[in-house]
DNA sequence: AGAAAATTTTGACAGGTGTCAAGTATTTAT
DNA sequence: ATAAATACTTGACACCTGTCAAAATTTTCT
């Protein structure tokens, strides 16, 4: 329930609502560090307050319960994670331009944010026992396939090719071969980073490009 | 540390390891049981203990710590995991015949060994925050690794063609496949199987076929 | 300034956790 | 058959969990 909530953004000013959102998204946040630092499984509401300056009481004035609470880092997370690449997408004007830049995103966000990474396919593991985060992950999922897709999109338009795979498809091989890395990497191998950006050029050029191009070019 | 295990084996009479094997295996399996109905964050000895026929205390009498049970359980279920596509590879005559023949057992196994698989993948999203399952879930997972890569050499053997991806790469897309098929199934999608065969048959011959032999053939 | 409302702290609750030691029952060996 | 070794149960321990109500504090409004 979060019928606190919505009495709130019933009656209160403006003001209020505000406040009371944005204590939301502080503790919200704290509870994103948390879990990135110990996982699902060993996060308790004591250990986020703890990451917060308050105390754990005060968790359950914002939040209805625990599910609540982790549902809203969640939607938290994904509004940063979302939009990371499109930048690149917009700035490349050539297709060696995209590609170099979308490996190099890549390795910065593995060596930037291997910890909210991990978070996200624990989370997203949790999706397979648990039926409450399905909605909101699956969302999320769709969202991060979307982001995948314009770049695909990009590359389309720079070769002047069509889409060969569709987006589904092309999402779940790039999130394979990162998942893949995040362990490497997070397991102490050095070269996994570079692996991974030489795989992923691997294989988007036997994706994008048309399959007589190479005998053409 | 096992240092009760090592005891035993060291000077008790050869029937008597057997036994005390034989019961470590049967409530490795009641973990494991419990492990893909609960998941993990949610699986505690007592319960464990309830799929098994015996009670909560047996466990450390066989088994050093939570720790040494899980793992003992994960190598258990990668004996069972790691060889279920070798017969096709074995059986298949043709090209037609081996892609039919994997995209089938991967159905299959997704109807009938959906709970394992999601045990699996929280098992290895543990392993990003726990240090402990690190050596045993790499070794699970090189062995998965293994075995795509001999279906993809059969797929060489039968077009003539040379492997155009390294094993490591073919795994991580696979595998990405696999689990977001796995997602969409439990959570009632009644075509993701279907799907997913349709979109391994699509990457395959993309990957296992040379660039120009679809202009040949 | 004082009353009212919103916010935060504190402390408790019922129940669950891994672990282990002291027992009881069972099997084995002599 | 009796003693010893093995196998298993029981019950306790210290600690952690989510939740919540009551009290203390702070902010807001008049």
């Known amino acids: 329930m979060t019928s606190q909530t ?19 998204a502080e503790l919200a946040e704290a509870a994103l560090q948390t879990l990135s630092e110990l996982g699902y499984a060993r996060t308790s ?13 005060v968790l359950h004035y914002y939040f209805s319960d625990k599910v609540d609470l982790i549902l809203c880092s969640v939607r938290q997370y994904k509004t940063r ?11 490349a004007d050539s297709y060696d331009a995209l590609m170099t830049g979308f490996v190099t995103v890549l390795a910065q966000t593995m060596r930037e944010e291997a910890h909210m990474h991990r978070l996200w396919y624990d989370i997203r593991s949790q999706t397979l026992f648990e039926t409450a985060f399905r909605a909101d992950v699956a969302e999320l999922d769709k969202s991060l396939e979307n982001m995948i897709w314009r770049i695909m999109c990009r590359f389309a338009e720079l070769t002047g090719e069509p889409q060969t795979l ?3 498809v092309i999402y779940a091989m790039i999130d394979g071969l990162f998942q893949q890395c995040l362990l490497k990497h997070l397991s102490g191998d050095a070269q996994a980073i570079a692996q ?16 007589d191009a190479t005998a053409e070019v």
């Not at 953004?9 to 204590?23: G, I, M, S, T, Y």
């Not at 509401?45 to 009481?57: D, P």
């Not at 979302?82 to 917009?90: E, F, K, L, N």
């Open 166 to 168: 569709p987006p589904p």
């Open 45 to 57: 509401l004591r250990e986020i307050a703890q990451n917060s300056e308050f105390t754990h009481g």
């Open 81 to 91: 994670c979302v939009t990371r690449y499109d930048q690149i997408t917009a700035d």
């Open 196 to 211: 991974m950006q030489a795989d992923v050029r691997l294989v988007l050029s036997k994706i994008t490009r048309n399959p």
């Open 6 to 24: 919505v009495t709130k953004l019933d009656r209160v000013p403006r003001q209020r609502v505000d406040k009371f959102a944005e204590r939301r």
